[in-house]
């Protein structure tokens, strides 16, 4: 005896079960168990992208909006300023089911004026919280949803270090992720022409929900009209933790990314990093990021332009503290136009959202001349390279002007929901679901069956290898190492979820599968 394959009996004795098979199953490869009782090779399934159930959700000139996804009552929150409204914050809550999105009746926030509308939903107090430029100041209210309707507190100012009454613009804010805290940031105009933060306190029941903000007044750009930021997008950065990361177009002269510590109260900036040495386009910028790659993604555009639509390209970026690394190399967008492709877009500040399951990106953008269509796409991240999907789908066969547009995603049904300015139709506001293309797996946390210990046909019955069996049609295995199951269907020692242990090899040919943990 020289191994503990001799040990053990041909094919692992009665641990072998006959099974139907759905589809054709090759020797050797991992198998689930169907909901119908059968045998399936362990694969991925392409899922087309879709678009379904446009829904008007403003009948007025749409003129800004943001959205969050409430995780407690599972609905989308979408704020939006709108002629029909008089261009008071309102805001609608949406439910998603398959292919289909439905929305409350807009509900007046409070009765003024407000711009450049931003909210996010902290989990931890189960909060809205909303920032605007509101009687020419920062300004910030919590809400508490029940699901169908969202109780309001009062607004409060989030600084004013000028003293004046400026103008506020390209507001944001994100959740301060696992805390009770929020980040903002935003650009004071006419008076220092300078890019500002801060980290507010959430507390307070429903009705009386508040935010306390600091009182730094925080900097994340030198003062002067020649440094203004524009076009500000901001993300949480999950990788390193207890961070945001700040995209901006540096006056007219680059784009430029910057990321902030945050810690009690306090936020304290590392150095910005040019991501492009290039006149920023307007209307563009875009953030989000990857959780499963710990990247970030930043989308821009820049001259040279066609018309309103920039040079569009794309890049990660990694942090190691408040440090920013450009990943890689800078990739052209890719999108499309009349007779073929164009690296131009337009419309799209702000327009990209991290789809987790599908783990890709969203990303909505208005075509350039003759077109000036809207589109949606998705692009994802492996390692530092970045790949541009070449399925563009039409929103509209018309404008969707103005940067306005966003990207909401659902995690509970997989699907994003496109918010966006209809230029075809009196510059209205309305949605439409979008079916995110990628390779669904069929593997779950539940139905991993065993191993195939032949090749069998579809529909034919064949012999399954189950748990405290063995296979022993598998090759270049290594002895004593720990073999899992992947998403697509290999086998291999890579055990990162979402792999799965199947076994471990007695020979280089043979894994013993036994339930255990290694």
């Known amino acids: 005896m020289t191994n503990l394959a001799d040990l053990l009996p041909a094919g692992g004795g009665q641990n072998n079960t006959d099974f139907v098979a759905d589809g054709n199953i090759s020797a050797g490869v991992p198998v689930i168990l169907t909901a119908a009782g059968k045998a399936a090779a362990v694969a991925k399934t392409p899922v087309a992208a879709a678009l379904n159930d446009v829904e008007t959700i403003a009948s007025g000139t749409q003129y800004t909006q943001d959205w969050c996804y409430d995780t ?40 003024r004026t407000v711009n450049y509308i931003s909210c996010c939903y902290n989990a931890t107090e189960d909060r809205i919280v909303m920032c ?43 959740e301060w992720s696992g805390t009770s805290k929020v980040v903002w940031c935003g650009t004071e105009f006419n008076t220092n022409y300078q890019g500002y933060a801060a980290v507010a306190t959430l507390s307070g029941s429903a009705g009386s929900a ?90 821009y555009g820049t001259s040279p332009t066609s018309g309103n639509a920039g040079t569009t390209n794309s890049r990660a970026i990694s942090t190691s503290g408040s440090a920013i690394t450009l990943e890689g190399t800078e990739t052209a967008f890719i999108g499309t136009v009349s007779g073929g492709t164009t690296q131009y877009a337009y419309s799209f500040y702000k ?51 103005d940067g306005v547009n966003r990207v909401a995603y659902d995690p509970d049904t997989y699907q994003a929901v496109l918010l966006y300015r209809d230029g075809s139709a009196s510059n209205y506001l309305k949605s439409q679901v979008y079916t995110i293309p990628y390779d669904a797996p069929n593997l779950t946390s539940t139905n991993l069956l065993g191993i195939a210990s032949g090749a069998i046909s579809d529909t034919a019955t064949g012999t399954i290898n189950t748990w405290g069996s063995r296979n022993e049609v598998q090759t270049g295995l290594t002895i004593g190492s720990d073999y899992y199951v992947q998403e697509d269907g290999t086998i291999s020692t890579t055990s990162t979820s979402p792999a799965q242990l199947i076994g471990k090899a007695i020979t280089a040919t043979q894994i013993n599968i036994k339930d255990y943990t290694g």
């Open 210 to 299: 508040t935010s306390t903000w600091d009182t730094n007044e925080t900097t994340f750009t030198t003062a002067g009209i020649s440094n203004v930021p524009k076009d500000i997008d901001m993300c949480y950065d999950y990788g390193t933790g207890d961070q945001v990361i700040i995209l901006y177009a540096k006056g007219s002269t680059n784009v430029e990314v910057i990321a902030g510590a945050v810690s009690g109260t306090t936020l304290t900036f590392g150095s910005p990093v040019v991501a492009k040495s290039s006149a920023p386009s307007s209307y563009t910028n875009a953030i989000d990021y990857d959780t499963g790659n710990s990247k970030a993604l930043i989308v």
């Open 72 to 111: 407690v009552n599972d609905k989308i929150v979408v704020i939006f300023k709108n002629s029909a409204y008089s261009s008071y914050p309102y805001y609608v809550i949406g439910t998603v089911t398959s292919q289909a999105v439905s929305w409350t009746t807009p509900t007046a926030i409070f009765s």
């Open 351 to 401: 327009a990209l959202t991290y789809a987790a399951n599908s783990s890709n990106f969203v990303f909505i953008y208005e075509s350039p001349s003759p077109d000036l269509d809207g589109y949606v796409t998705t692009v994802s991240i492996s390692g530092t390279t970045i790949t541009w999907s070449n399925d563009q789908t039409e929103i509209v066969a018309g404008e969707i002007p």
């Open 132 to 174: 605007c430029e509101d009687s020419s100041l920062p300004k910030a209210i919590v809400g508490t949803s029940n699901g169908s309707s969202i109780t309001w507190g009062s607004s409060v100012t989030i600084m004013n270090p000028s003293g004046s009454t400026p103008t506020w613009a390209y507001q944001n804010v994100v």
